[in-house]
């Protein structure tokens, strides 16, 4: 065998299928969402200060038989999983044939933002769970998410190829609605974050608290009932487009079962004294309604081609020379 032949069957030795890319990004969307839940328990339970260093859990590598260091611990373990997996996601989009442009990129991204807790746990810590400090935190991690849920859309499209073009006007006007929803869905979440942060939730009594509670609670309302008139228009008009549009109404409709749920459950949490189990069931329900919408968007700005954005254009596949 010839150099060339050598070097080309140590290429393709490396190369990543569409499809073992697709599974590796849904593995890294659902570990990143559980980050995003398991650092809501940390925060319910007042258990950020419990492992006060790194890489030990105070004098031991692991932690003693105490619930706080426990939860901070877990938190840990499946932060690093996390982080572990956007990070083979971003290697494996590089060696993907036929190449994955737009894959590789969101999954860098994705990748620097779930290193980037590392750096941001720390300061919280160092700041005492200075509440801003924990929301910052909360928010990057929302962030990530939302990109991990792009990167896994691309990378199955990528496997499976590209849908036939929707052309109709309800379709094209749906889109322009959902990708308008995104920043509307966004601060819903953020809202929420807020009436958690400034409320007599179980964090503890010395958790310090951010802003004023009844104030965040009528701009979570306010913002609650905005979301919910607009996606009830969004709702509207994929339903008039069903034919076209059926994948995307479905998932539409799924987002919409979850964010009546969380309703019901915040009503039980206001009316039951906040209990943790309750806020992070609806902190949760928040992240996938945040996750659901982007899915959403995504589907529809690939379906119907709008709006065409500079990093965004081409083909879904650029061949390998």
Same mark, same amino acid.
């Given at each position: ?13 490396? !190369? ?245 749920? !969380? ?5 039980? !949490? ?52």
């Amino acid at each position: 065998m010839g150099m060339a032949s050598r070097a080309s069957a140590r290429r393709r030795s490396r !190369q990543v299928s569409p499809i073992t890319l697709s599974r590796l990004a849904d593995v890294a969307l659902l570990a990143v969402f559980l980050v995003v839940v398991s650092g809501a328990v940390v925060r319910l339970t007042d258990s950020g200060l419990g492992c006060d260093n790194w890489p030990n859990c105070s004098e031991t590598p692991f932690p003693q038989r105490e619930f706080h260091a426990t939860v901070e611990f877990v938190n840990r373990i499946v932060a690093m999983i996390g982080i572990l997996l956007t990070l083979v996601v971003a290697a494996a989009a590089r060696f993907v044939r036929p190449r994955a442009v737009r894959v590789s990129r969101a999954a860098l991204i994705a990748a620097v933002g779930m290193v980037a807790q590392i750096p941001l746990g720390g300061l919280t810590v160092i700041l005492d769970l200075h509440p801003l400090a924990v929301m910052s935190h909360f928010l990057l991690a929302l962030v990530v998410l939302g990109v991990s849920v792009f990167v896994a859309l691309e990378a199955r499209r990528h496997a499976r190829g590209a849908p036939a073009p929707v052309n109709e006007k309800t379709a094209r006007g749906a889109t322009i609605v959902a990708v308008a929803l995104l920043p509307l869905a966004a601060l819903l979440v953020v809202t929420g974050a807020f009436v958690t942060s400034a409320g007599p939730h179980p964090g503890g009594d010395g958790v310090e608290r951010l802003g004023d509670f009844w104030t965040s609670l009528r701009v979570h309302v306010w913002m609650t009932g905005s979301f919910g008139l607009a996606f009830a228009g969004l709702l509207g008009l994929l339903c008039a487009a069903r034919r076209e549009l059926q994948p995307v109404l479905v998932l539409a409709a799924a987002v919409l079962v979850v964010l009546v749920t !969380q309703m019901v459950v915040g009503e039980l !949490q206001r009316n039951n004294g906040l209990p943790w189990e309750l806020v992070l069931a609806h902190v949760a329900m928040g992240s996938l309604i945040w996750a659901g919408m982007v899915a959403v968007a995504v589907e529809l700005v690939r379906v119907t081609g709008w709006p065409e954005r500079h990093w965004l254009r081409g083909p879904y596949t650029l061949k390998h020379p």
